[in-house]
Each structure stands twice: as C-alpha cells, then as structure tokens.
C-alpha cells in the first residue's frame, strides 16, 4: 500500500474574485522590478517638473538698444539691484527683460535718468543749482533748445537719429559788431529711406524759425555718411540745381510711362522696354520793350499837366506939349463946378490919360501813349527728345504644336514707331528721334534659392517655442514604455490559502492506473456545458501544477522511480 503524502492544492480562485490593488501588487514585485519601478518613476517626476518649469518661462522683449557701453554697464548695475532677470540679444546691443515687466522697468530706469544717452530737452532748467553762473545757464538754455530741436527732428518718419549743433554768439551793445547765429544739423535715415527736399526744406525752417536772427541759409544738414543734403546760398550758381534734374527725371519717366501704356496692351506684360532721354532748356532770359505810339484825337489824349498864366495892369500917358516952366508945373486940383459946367482946364499944366493892360497863357502837357513789355523766360521748355524702344518677339505655334517666337513684321514695327512718337509728341524741326528695334529677350531662369523647411526662421522659431513640451513627453513615454511596464507586466498573483487535500483523493492521483477521463466535445453556441468531477480533479491539479510546482515534481518523480514520497 502506498503512502499517502498530503500535497497543498490550490482552489482556483471563483471568477467573481476582486483584482489585487496597486499596493498588493507593489509587494509582489522583486528586487530588481522594484528598481526599475521607482527609477521609471523618478524620471518621470523629474520630466513633469523640468516641463512645468520651462514651460513657465516668461517670454523676454527688448528694454533697450543701441546702447553705449556705459548706459549699458549702468542699466544692468540698476537691474541686479532690482531683481530682474535679463539676458542679451543681437551680440550685446541689445538688453532684454520679461515681457511684462519692460514698461515698469523703463519708468522706473527714466526717474534714475538712464539710459543717459537720450536726448534731453528743456529738463535741464528744472535742475538749476544755487549758485549758477549766467555762462552755464546759458549752455544749459542752449542744450536744451538743441535737445527739443533733436526730438522734433527724430519725429519724421524717414529719421533714426539726429543730432543740433547750435552757434550763439553773445549778443553786445553794438549793433555793428554783433554776430548772426548759425546751426548744423546731423541726420541718420533709416535703411532704404530718403529726404526730399520738402522735408530738406522743413526741417531747415524748423530750425531757424526756432532760434531769434537765425536766416535759413545759415543752417546746414549732413547724413551720416558726410554728404550735405541742403543746399547753399551760391548753389544755384556755381552747380546744377537738384531740383532741374529732379525735373529731368520726372519728364523722362512721364514720357516711359506713356510709351509702356500704348505698347504693353498690343505687345503683352514684360515684352517692351522703353528709355527716354529730355534735353531742356533751363536758361532765363529777361526781355524788356518799350512802344510808343500817337494820341489818335485831342479828345482821347489824358492831359498830364495843365498851366494857366493870366496878367492885368494900367498904365499913363507921358506928358506932351513944349517944355517950359508953364508944361512942368504941377496939376492944381480939380475943383466941381458951380453951374455943372466943365472945369476950365488948370493953367498950370496938363495931366496923361490911364491905359488898361492884360495878359493870358495857357500850357497844356498830354500822356503819352507808351507800352512796356517785360518778358522773362524760365519756362523749362524741352529742346530735344529721345526715345530708345526694345519690343520682344512674339509668341506664336508651329505646325507641330511646339511654341517658337517670331519677329514683327515691317507694317506692325512702323505702326508701333508710329504710335510712340505720336504719344511723345515727336517734333521734327526739334530734333527729336524715336528708335524701335524688334529682337528676342534673353529669359535667365533664375530660380530662387528657396530655404528648406527646416531652415525657414518661422519653423525655427516654432520649433523652438514647442521643443520643451514635446521632448517632456517624448521623455516620459520612454520612461513608461521601457521601465515602469515592464515592471508592472511581472507582478504575479500571490498564491491563495493552501488547503490540505484528503488521502483519498491522493490516492487517486497516486494510483497507478489512474482514471483519465477523455476531454469532452466542445458545447455548441446554444448549449450549456456541465462540470463534472473529473473535470474538477483535472483543474485542481493544473492549479496545483501552476502554483506548487516542487510538490508536483515530486509527485512524478515518485510515479517514475515508484518510491513513497
């Protein structure tokens, strides 16, 4: 009779049994497995912080630029002592700080007067310290007036930067040895832009009208590069006037214009090219004419001047007779008569008889009739045109299909030559000469050197804003896949209460010639299988198999060697 061992066999566990919980699994784990567990878990929190931190970056903007270095060494003196993060861009030229912290940042340098090498004003008069002599108020009224001028120039939109040198001369009590003020002003455009001479002339009137006795011909403008821009006195004398060729210039591209705006619409886009050269007349001639012409009527004449010389007087008659003593005496006087008589003539004498005089001249000046022409000739007028025209070879198909060019034939290139001197307005007698030639333009396919994708400053820049966030999760889906997975993939389910099996039922696996029954047929879809008992032996020696395999063993090593166990 064999021995019967009692081997702990295992109930499978019922199918409505809870699943272990993390912590019965953590302690299911080995050595090793829980290692790589809490690496795997280490390395994600270091992930999760190191993305929450970068991701909590501020974004930096510009303080400053086009620092000196001095303004520069002092702001970022004044920005350590604030607690302010900043960094440098553009190779130092440039200091940044937090997005939102710039503006209060940059009120707050302004009140400790930095940067220093901005353009101060009129401020300066607000710091006058006691004791200031007249000399340095008035080198502060001066700095200060070059430093409002500086910020009403720097307003134009064509102007980066610019600087006002103002000379005033002290002012004495003779007026004959009194010096006129003078200015300089020293401009730096920004990349691509100019200053027309309207603007010239703006910013030459902004200045004088700001200082007393200023005249505009006292104020010149440079650039940056040494090159004066407004123009002086003697100019227009002694040079070509800027504004003659500027004239120049504008004719000839009215006359191009006109040209390509006749000639594209028969020709096509970009197959006619056209130059025209003016030749003007910019002399000024002064012609002055006088004409004089007759009064036609005394009525039509204007009298200019009119004098009227009139004249009365009396005069007596010299005596007469033989002289004596009876003709010079004296005339006795008149006595009236008695009777109504006539006086008897004196015997003394005999007195001359009175004569009235007049005279009367009359003077009359007339206008007249005269003309004076002035004629002064600064008309500009054009002494000769010149138009060069380039038209392009047609497009046109050959009787295979194949797209080729042909040349304009004699009609279509008069009829052009025609119309281009009717648009210029041609003038034989001028001099003027048009010239169209009819030949293939020479196409240079010239393809743009396009940047990768990879390369373009956009995908960089994107890249660079989503390389954080993207690498974190890249990171920690390594770190789950190849540590903690694996790790959690070993955990095995913790053996049951082992319950000791009856000798009778070791007997039966003992035996030697133990019941194997057969495996029964599968149960069709709609039919419910049934357990029986030999199919619960079977399973309770696969559960032992699985969770006992050393009693199992020697359960066969008996069964081969026929020893107890």
Same mark, same amino acid.
């Given at each position: 009779?064999?021995?019967?061992?009692?081997?702990?066999?295992?109930?499978?566990?019922?199918?409505a049994?809870?699943t272990?919980?993390?912590?019965?699994?953590?302690?299911?784990?080995?050595r090793?497995?829980?290692?790589?567990?809490?690496?795997?878990?280490?390395?994600?929190?270091?992930?999760a912080?190191?993305a929450?931190?970068?991701?909590?970056?501020?974004d930096?903007?510009?303080?400053?630029?086009?620092?000196?270095?001095?303004?520069?060494?002092? /702001?970022?003196?004044?920005?350590?002592?604030m607690?302010?993060?900043?960094?440098?861009?553009?190779?130092g030229?440039?200091?940044?700080?937090?997005?939102e912290?710039?503006?209060?940042?940059?009120?707050?340098?302004?009140t400790?007067?930095?940067?220093?090498?901005?353009?101060?004003?009129?401020?300066?008069?607000?710091?006058?310290?006691?004791?200031?002599?007249?000399?340095?108020?008035?080198?502060?009224?001066?700095?200060?007036l070059?430093?409002?001028?500086?910020?009403? /120039?720097?307003?134009?939109?064509?102007?980066?930067?610019?600087?006002v040198?103002l000379?005033?001369?002290?002012q004495?009590?003779?007026?004959?040895?009194?010096?006129?003020? %003078?200015?300089?002003?020293?401009?730096?455009?920004?990349?691509?832009?100019?200053?027309d001479?309207?603007?010239?002339?703006g910013?030459?009137?902004?200045?004088?009208?700001?200082?007393?006795?200023l005249?505009?011909?006292?104020? %010149?403008?440079?650039?940056?590069?040494?090159?004066?821009?407004?123009?002086?006195p003697?100019?227009?004398?002694?040079?070509?006037?800027?504004?003659?060729?500027?004239y120049?210039?504008q004719?000839?591209?009215?006359?191009?214009?006109?040209?390509m705006?006749?000639?594209?619409?028969?020709?096509?886009?970009?197959?006619?090219?056209?130059?025209?050269?003016?030749?003007l007349?910019? %002399?000024?001639?002064?012609?002055?004419?006088?004409?004089?012409?007759?009064?036609?009527t005394?009525?039509?004449?204007?009298?200019?001047?009119?004098?009227?010389?009139?004249s009365?007087?009396?005069?007596?008659?010299?005596?007469?007779?033989?002289?004596?003593?009876?003709s010079?005496q004296p005339?006795?006087p008149?006595?009236a008569?008695?009777?109504?008589?006539?006086?008897?003539?004196?015997?003394?004498?005999?007195?001359?008889a009175?004569?009235?005089?007049?005279?009367?001249?009359?003077?009359?000046?007339y206008?007249?009739?005269?003309?004076?022409?002035?004629?002064?000739?600064?008309?500009?007028a054009i002494?000769?045109l010149?138009a060069?025209?380039?038209?392009?070879?047609?497009?046109?198909?050959?009787?295979k299909?194949?797209?080729?060019a042909?040349?304009?034939?004699?009609?279509?290139?008069?009829?052009?030559t025609?119309?281009?001197?009717?648009?210029?307005?041609?003038?034989?007698?001028?001099?003027?000469?048009?010239n169209?030639?009819?030949?293939?333009?020479?196409?240079?396919?010239?393809?743009?050197?396009?940047?990768?994708?990879?390369?373009?400053?956009?995908?960089?820049?994107?890249?660079?804003?989503?390389?954080?966030?993207?690498?974190a999760?890249?990171?920690?889906?390594?770190?789950l896949?190849?540590?903690?997975?694996?790790?959690?993939?070993?955990?095995?389910?913790?053996?049951?209460?082992?319950?000791?099996?009856?000798?009778?039922?070791?007997?039966?696996?003992?035996?030697?010639?133990?019941?194997?029954?057969?495996?029964?047929?599968?149960?069709?879809?709609?039919?419910?299988?049934?357990?029986?008992?030999?199919?619960?032996r079977?399973?309770?020696?696969?559960?032992?198999?699985?969770?006992?395999?050393?009693?199992?063993?020697?359960?066969?090593k008996?069964?081969?060697?026929?020893?107890?166990?």
């Amino acid at each position: 009779m064999s021995a019967v061992a009692e081997v702990p066999v295992v109930t499978p566990p019922a199918s409505a049994s809870p699943t272990p919980n993390w912590l019965q699994r953590l302690s299911l784990l080995d050595r090793g497995q829980r290692i790589r567990l809490g690496l795997g878990v280490a390395l994600l929190v270091g992930a999760a912080v190191a993305a929450a931190v970068l991701g909590r970056q501020p974004d930096y903007k510009v303080l400053f630029s086009n620092l000196t270095d001095k303004d520069g060494g002092a /702001i970022i003196a004044q920005l350590s002592q604030m607690n302010v993060p900043y960094k440098y861009a553009d190779g130092g030229g440039a200091i940044m700080i937090p997005a939102e912290r710039v503006h209060d940042v940059r009120l707050r340098l302004a009140t400790q007067g930095l940067p220093r090498g901005s353009v101060t004003g009129f401020e300066l008069m607000e710091t006058n310290r006691f004791g200031m002599t007249q000399f340095q108020e008035r080198l502060n009224f001066q700095r200060g007036l070059e430093g409002e001028l500086t910020r009403s /120039i720097q307003a134009l939109s064509s102007v980066q930067s610019a600087r006002v040198h103002l000379a005033l001369p002290n002012q004495n009590g003779f007026f004959r040895e009194q010096q006129k003020p %003078s200015a300089s002003v020293l401009v730096s455009l920004h990349p691509g832009r100019i200053l027309d001479r309207a603007q010239l002339a703006g910013i030459v009137h902004l200045v004088a009208s700001s200082v007393p006795e200023l005249a505009p011909s006292a104020v %010149s403008v440079l650039d940056d590069t040494g090159k004066l821009l407004s123009q002086s006195p003697d100019a227009a004398n002694n040079g070509v006037d800027a504004q003659q060729l500027l004239y120049v210039q504008q004719i000839e591209q009215q006359y191009t214009r006109r040209i390509m705006d006749i000639l594209e619409p028969v020709v096509g886009r970009n197959n006619v090219k056209a130059q025209v050269s003016a030749e003007l007349d910019f %002399s000024q001639t002064d012609l002055t004419s006088e004409q004089f012409r007759p009064n036609q009527t005394a009525d039509s004449g204007a009298i200019r001047s009119q004098q009227v010389l009139e004249s009365r007087g009396s005069s007596n008659k010299t005596a007469s007779g033989v002289p004596g003593a009876v003709s010079n005496q004296p005339p006795t006087p008149s006595t009236a008569p008695v009777n109504g008589a006539n006086p008897a003539p004196s015997a003394g004498g005999q007195q001359g008889a009175e004569e009235s005089t007049s005279k009367r001249e009359s003077t009359t000046n007339y206008e007249v009739d005269k003309t004076v022409r002035v004629t002064r000739g600064n008309n500009w007028a054009i002494k000769r045109l010149s138009a060069a025209v380039v038209v392009n070879y047609q497009p046109a198909t050959e009787e295979k299909g194949k797209p080729t060019a042909k040349a304009l034939t004699p009609e279509q290139v008069e009829q052009m030559t025609g119309l281009v001197r009717e648009t210029i307005g041609f003038n034989k007698d001028r001099g003027d000469s048009v010239n169209l030639m009819n030949t293939p333009f020479l196409v240079e396919d010239a393809q743009t050197a396009q940047l990768p994708l990879w390369k373009q400053p956009e995908v960089q820049e994107l890249a660079k804003t989503f390389a954080w966030p993207l690498g974190a999760v890249l990171f920690a889906a390594l770190v789950l896949l190849g540590l903690v997975r694996p790790a959690l993939k070993g955990t095995v389910v913790k053996p049951t209460e082992v319950t000791p099996i009856a000798g009778g039922q070791l007997d039966a696996i003992e035996a030697d010639q133990p019941d194997r029954p057969a495996l029964p047929s599968p149960a069709k879809k709609d039919e419910v299988a049934e357990v029986t008992p030999e199919q619960l032996r079977l399973e309770e020696a696969r559960v032992l198999a699985k969770s006992n395999p050393v009693a199992v063993a020697n359960i066969l090593k008996t069964w081969v060697h026929g020893e107890n166990a």
